[in-house]
């Protein structure tokens, strides 16, 4: 998943050029979307490249805080979204209503839904993280998000970006890791989950700069991982 922050269409057209035949969907990032110029033009360029995307999960905050649910999903009409992401990463939202929420737009758009606060005071016990991955799974999510922002040293991270390591473990006894996409900005990050999973392990809040640099990872073709893949 690559994270677009705003870029113009001119910069969506060149990242495509070379990051689409490696780039499962895109993401434009938290609530980024409401603001971006020429965004219906961006969206019918990622449309023509037949490249999947969807408004970050802030955006579904700020419109649910308001209590504007039904016009998030004329939003979604409007632009004719295929995805959605629900979070409540930076909102206080009982996880039974996030529940009732995935399953409502789940019969509308598929979901990505996100586990994890923003708030890097805010530490959730691992048994925590596999009982909401698995209930929103039931509720109706394709993928669930691990949380990490854009700067990778918050939810499944330490403040200095190191990886959780125990939490991750965990996770993977009870949650299928193809359900899962970890957000991992930092290329340590991205290097330490393609050791411990594979090649094909599900990344997101890629820069789109990043993606050709994180493609030679993933196939032993840069030093982190060169030797990773040689059987000797």
Same mark, same amino acid.
Not at 5 to 20: C, H, L, N, P
Not at 53 to 64: C, D, N, P, R, S
Not at 204 to 219: D, F, S, W
């Given at each position: 998943m690559v994270m677009?922050?705003?870029?113009?269409?001119?910069?969506?057209?060149?990242?495509?050029?070379?990051?689409?035949?490696?780039?499962?969907?895109?993401?434009?990032g938290w609530a980024t979307s409401l603001v971006t110029p020429k965004l219906e033009e961006k969206l019918q360029i990622y449309r023509d490249a037949q490249m999947p995307?969807?408004?970050?999960?802030?955006?579904?905050?700020?419109?649910?805080v308001r209590n504007q649910f039904d016009e998030y999903?004329?939003?979604?009409?409007?632009?004719?979204?295929?995805?959605?992401?629900? $979070?409540?990463?930076?909102?206080?939202?009982p996880?039974?209503?996030?529940c009732k929420y995935i399953d409502i737009l789940s019969k509308q758009v598929?979901?990505?839904s996100e586990v994890g606060s923003k708030d890097d005071k805010k530490i959730i016990a691992p048994y925590r993280w596999?009982?909401?991955?698995?209930?929103?799974?039931?509720?109706? $999510?394709?993928?669930?998000?691990?949380?990490?922002?854009?700067?990778?040293?918050?939810?499944?991270?330490?403040?200095?970006?190191?990886v959780r390591q125990g939490l991750i473990d965990e996770i993977l006894t009870q949650v299928p890791q193809e359900s899962i996409i970890w957000e991992a900005p930092i290329k340590a990050q991205q290097?330490?989950?393609i050791k411990l999973i594979g090649s094909n392990v599900n990344l997101?809040?890629?820069?789109?700069?990043?993606?050709?640099?994180?493609?030679?990872?993933?196939?032993g073709l840069r030093g982190d991982t060169f030797n990773h893949f040689i059987s000797i």
């Open positions: 677009d922050k705003g870029m113009s269409t001119r910069q969506a057209q060149d990242f495509i050029e070379v990051g689409a035949p490696h780039t499962d969907i895109v993401k434009l995307f969807y408004f970050g999960g802030t955006l579904f905050e700020a419109f649910l999903r004329r939003v979604l009409d409007r632009f004719k979204m295929e995805f959605a992401e629900i $979070s409540d990463g930076s909102i206080e939202l996880h039974e209503e996030k598929t979901v990505i596999i009982e909401l991955i698995k209930a929103e799974i039931q509720a109706g $999510s394709w993928k669930v998000i691990a949380e990490a922002r854009e700067s990778g040293n918050v939810g499944i991270y330490r403040e200095t970006g190191e290097v330490w989950f997101g809040n890629i820069a789109p700069q990043e993606v050709i640099p994180l493609e030679t990872i993933r196939l």
